[in-house]
């Protein structure tokens, strides 16, 4: 067939040759990522880049040897207490170098690494130690706290028995409180020294003890078919899976995102998206070590921090979600700030309002470049060109992965324009759930010599084979792009003595694009005496901040089906029909 009969023959939803008109021409459909452990690649930036920064850190520098060096410590310390190949190392930190350096340490030691987000709460953190049989975490002083709670309330076979705390203090150089550098609401949290924690049964060691490490380094055993992460996911039932990571999936994405950000040693990268999650990890982390590029880290969002930093170190580099864009351009500092560095910025989680993309666009010159992915996926299956964007868009298939829309009953594929289920197949897709083979024979499907996942979202495929999202198949709420699982905020809700019932829903937000609601039967003997408040700040002592309800509503009965279940379907509807326009 020749190439004008190819182009006429009628796309289908997902056609591989429709994207390919959009497809940048300096970037391969495909690439062949190393074929070693994600270790390798830090340890070849030291040796290529022996003075480069490979961190900032409120202005403190740390250079691709010292951060060997100090992964090298973590591993000699981690196998001196018995940590061996294929062990899991808990990693419960905010962003900050020590995080790379002991997630870096945990590879080194062929370890698996399970990032747990720092803002899960004791009530939350139990099934983190016991799920991948944790025997050792690394965490902050100021979070440690909680997850000695959570493993003392654990069974004394399913203990932590070492602790590793770290201070982001050491971290940080003296002037850094000086000033305005630092955020007023930060000096506390940041400049604090914490006692020891106490383990049950274990023994709790501080950082500087493992800098101290004289032992030997093991051999290092593993390669890219090796187990090298296990980030958690939250589903429409039961508590979180983890997601079986071997080294091979993060560095295809690492080194694609290189490829497709036209990225080089020369990289700026501003890397404030959380490095447990796998955006931040994958994109922020493993794709500048593998530069040899510099990452200006910040422990949290601070639009004003966020501006003064892209200013002073001439970032390049932006990977975040649309509300912090929205947050910074709000300052009222904002015209302080230079961001003329900047050569390429997006994100995802959460649609870019189109009037905010226009505004960067006829400011900067930036286009905002959306992408797509999952923690199943090693973050994206699919991102904007970044020449050619389209606006609140997926974007088209990532380097190396098909995607298709099929029927979400049948899977059987559907034509150009029509609404199905996205799925997607290519060598960044995670081998399978941490020991639940029945969720995972769920997750995938055979066809045509493929295997493809299916993402549980709704999507179509435009005539030039980009990708949009249009509703979601799991009860997923995507708030300011930190998922949300109605069903495990519920799970914790029900733990409230005054609450006979509680269905979780999603309802618009203006700032967060959507915002956490229960709607809440109370028993008999709490009404009148429990308020939406109480709940709220019960909520708040209980699970993380970002899963906690913005809104709570009393019924007195919740909407059911003939069989029993909860039509939570008919109560988002009704909420979101109720709910104002959009600004």
Request: charged share 20%.
């Amino acid at each position: 067939m020749t190439a004008a009969a190819s182009a006429a023959v009628p796309a289908r939803a997902g056609d591989d040759r429709a994207h390919a008109r959009a497809w940048p021409p300096r970037v391969p459909h495909t690439l062949r990522p190393p074929r070693t452990s994600l270790w390798f690649n830090l340890e070849v930036s030291a040796r290529r880049y022996p003075d480069k920064p490979a961190t900032v850190f409120f202005d403190r520098v740390t250079t691709y040897p010292e951060l060997l060096h100090q992964a090298e410590r973590v591993a000699a310390w981690l196998a001196a207490r018995g940590v061996r190949r294929g062990d899991r190392v808990i990693l419960f930190l905010q962003n900050c170098p020590q995080l790379i350096a002991a997630y870096y340490g945990i590879l080194r030691a062929n370890a698996v690494v399970v990032p747990v987000n720092p803002m899960n709460k004791a009530d939350e953190l139990g099934h983190y130690i016991a799920d991948p049989q944790a025997r050792v975490a690394i965490a902050a002083a100021d979070l440690a706290p909680a997850l000695c709670a959570a493993d003392a309330a654990l069974p004394p076979e399913q203990r932590l028995r070492y602790l590793l705390v770290v201070h982001y203090r050491d971290a940080m150089p003296d002037e850094a409180f000086d000033g305005e550098a630092l955020p007023a609401a930060w000096r506390e949290w940041l400049a604090t020294r914490h006692p020891p924690p106490a383990l049950t049964q274990g023994r709790v060691a501080d950082w500087a003890e493992a800098m101290a490490c004289a032992d030997p380094l093991p051999p290092h055993e593993v390669g890219p078919d090796d187990l090298a992460v296990l980030p958690y996911t939250s589903g429409t039932t039961g508590l979180p899976k983890g997601c079986m990571h071997p080294h091979r999936t993060l560095m295809h994405n690492a080194v694609a995102a290189a490829v497709w950000s036209n990225g080089t040693a020369e990289n700026v990268g501003l890397l404030v998206v959380p490095m447990f999650h796998i955006t931040g990890m994958v994109v922020g982390m493993h794709t500048s070590v593998y530069l040899g590029a510099t990452a200006v880290i910040m422990p949290r969002w601070d639009r004003d921090l966020a501006g003064r930093l892209i200013s002073r170190w001439r970032v390049t580099h932006w990977i975040n979600i649309p509300t912090m864009v929205i947050d910074l351009l709000a300052s009222p500092h904002f015209d302080r700030y230079d961001l003329s560095s900047l050569v390429f910025i997006g994100g995802g989680g959460a649609a870019m309002p189109a009037a905010v993309a226009q505004r960067l666009l006829d400011q900067f010159g930036l286009r905002y470049v959306e992408g797509y992915g999952l923690t199943e996926t090693a973050a994206p299956t699919h991102h904007n060109p970044p020449d050619r964007p389209k606006p609140q868009c997926l974007g088209v298939p990532f380097i190396g992965c098909a995607a298709r829309i099929v029927d979400p009953q049948t899977l059987e594929e559907l034509p150009v324009g029509e609404a199905g289920e996205i799925v997607v197949s290519g060598p960044m897709v995670f081998d399978g759930y941490w020991q639940r083979p029945e969720a995972t024979a769920e997750a995938f499907f055979e066809r045509d010599g493929r295997r493809w996942f299916r993402t549980g979202d709704l999507g179509r495929v435009d005539e030039e084979g980009y990708f949009f999202i249009t509703d979601r198949l799991k009860r997923m709420i995507n708030a300011s792009g930190y998922k949300v699982w109605p069903a495990e905020v519920e799970a914790l809700m029900f733990r409230h003595p005054a609450i006979a019932e509680a269905c979780v829903i999603g309802v618009p937000d203006p700032y967060r694009g959507e915002t956490v609601k229960a709607v809440v039967v109370l028993r008999q003997e709490a009404r009148g005496t429990v308020t939406e408040a109480d709940l709220i700040a019960w909520c708040h002592e209980h699970m993380a901040a970002y899963k906690v309800p913005r809104l709570v509503e009393f019924v007195d009965a919740l909407p059911k089906s003939g069989s029993g279940k909860v039509m939570w379907r008919l109560l988002q509807e009704a909420a979101r029909a109720a709910a104002p326009a959009p600004v």
